[in-house]
């Protein structure tokens, strides 16, 4: 998981993002413990209540759940609700910005398709 | 617990106005970058909350007690600053021990941990510390002093980047564990502007900005492109500055994104360096 601290996305939003990659690639399990505000915050440097805001973005989401006195838990279901919105957000996240490269270097739509077969054989 | 309320504070030193009718809070708990050139204020600031000097007129209230020359206000705040008030012949480990009486919840053995960690032999004297050293050793004590209050004055000087990196994870460490407020003056704000929670700019005396970093942020953003198609998009905008690489080129604006970005250039974050260059510019 890495914060790019030159990117115009707020740091909170980032951390978000990685927590949810990291749930996806199956290095956060479901029903298991995340790092706490502290290791986030000692490990990125950055203010603790940057990490407390990006941690309840997922908490709002029902990716996380708290227990009391423990820390912050992957709830069962998490990748598959998270599967699920990555899954809305292909088309915005990727399909638009493929389709402007492609334009921009006048690569033909069967080109792409044919690239894109080509990518899934591999 | 209230902060630290500054309240109409004025100081002149002769008749150069050092601070002109500053109000300001320092909430509890937060950690606060303070932020001007060389002159601004700073630490005239910084001194004039710990009752090292005197303002003209204006009042210091901490958690509701005027702090002038009062003890039991002072003792809540902790000043680390460039000046040092050893004596040069006393050992750092003397300075330990002296620190427990007047700050009686200075953990000691936290201290020593942190002086390992630092690599500081604490069977030095004051005086044969290098510059860097110096440094090191007061922000040990601030880290480890335990007042509600911890105030620190261009802390990092002289620190070679290592130590600067592992004095941001103890302080974020310490923090998390045991939460307080800390003022963080300094005019690197590409450092610490991750670490801080609210910003506090002055230039002159005067405060200029006075809000969450996060909407500092949030206040402006870069494009990166072509030097033509970045001319045409910056045209009629509040430009911060320009950077040109051959037929390339970035530019730092302020404001907010309005609407879709023409293809081809690219969006960055805002420059805080070039934000603060720029607003304590004459």
């Not at chain 2, 620190?152 to 939460?179: C, I, M, T, W």
Request: charged share 25%; net charge neutral.
């Amino acid at each position: 998981m890495q914060i790019d601290f030159e990117s115009n996305k707020p740091i909170f939003l980032q951390i978000a993002e990685g927590i949810e990659d990291a749930i996806l690639s199956g290095a956060f399990a479901e029903e298991s413990q995340i790092p706490s505000i502290t290791e986030f915050s000692v490990n990125y440097k950055i203010n603790p209540a940057t990490a407390l805001k990006g941690i309840n973005i997922l908490v709002e989401e029902g990716i996380l759940y708290k227990k009391r006195g423990i820390g912050m838990f992957v709830k069962e279901g998490a990748t598959r609700q998270l599967k699920q919105k990555r899954k809305e957000q292909f088309f915005d996240n990727y399909i638009l910005g493929l389709v402007a490269e492609a334009k921009r270097l006048e690569l033909s739509e069967e080109d792409v398709k044919n690239m894109i077969e080509r990518g899934f054989k591999k | 617990m209230t902060g630290i309320e500054i309240k109409n504070v004025s100081k002149n030193y002769g008749n150069v106005q050092a601070l002109s009718n500053i109000n300001l809070t320092f909430e509890s708990d937060k950690i606060y970058g303070l932020l001007g050139r060389n002159g601004a204020g700073k630490s005239t600031l910084l001194n004039i909350i710990t009752s090292r000097i005197f303002a003209d007129s204006g009042e210091v209230l901490i958690d509701g007690i005027p702090a002038k020359d009062n003890d039991r206000a002072l003792k809540k705040v902790y000043l680390m600053s460039e000046k040092n008030f050893y004596p040069g012949r006393m050992k750092i480990k003397e300075v330990f021990k002296w620190t427990r009486q007047f700050y009686p919840d200075f953990d000691e053995d936290y201290a020593y941990k942190l002086a390992e960690r630092f690599e500081l032999n604490t069977g030095k004297s004051v005086k044969s510390l290098s510059t860097g050293y110096n440094s090191i050793f007061k922000l040990i004590i601030a880290l480890s002093v335990n007042t509600p209050y911890v105030l620190l004055d261009e802390p990092v000087l002289g620190l070679d980047a290592n130590h600067r990196e592992l004095f941001y994870k103890v302080l974020l460490e310490k923090y998390s564990q045991s939460p307080c407020t800390i003022v963080i003056s300094t005019h690197l704000i590409e450092e610490v502007s991750n670490i801080i929670e609210n910003i506090i700019i002055i230039k002159k005396g005067r405060i200029i900005k006075n809000e969450t970093c996060e909407s500092l942020l949030a206040s402006g953003y870069s494009v990166a492109g072509t030097a033509a198609k970045v001319d045409a998009y910056i045209a009629g905008r509040n430009v911060l500055g320009v950077d040109n690489l051959g037929g390339l080129k970035q530019a730092y604006l302020l404001g907010k994104i309005d609407g879709e970005l023409p293809e081809g250039i690219e969006l960055g974050k805002l420059d805080l360096q070039k934000l603060f260059i720029q607003l304590t510019n004459q």
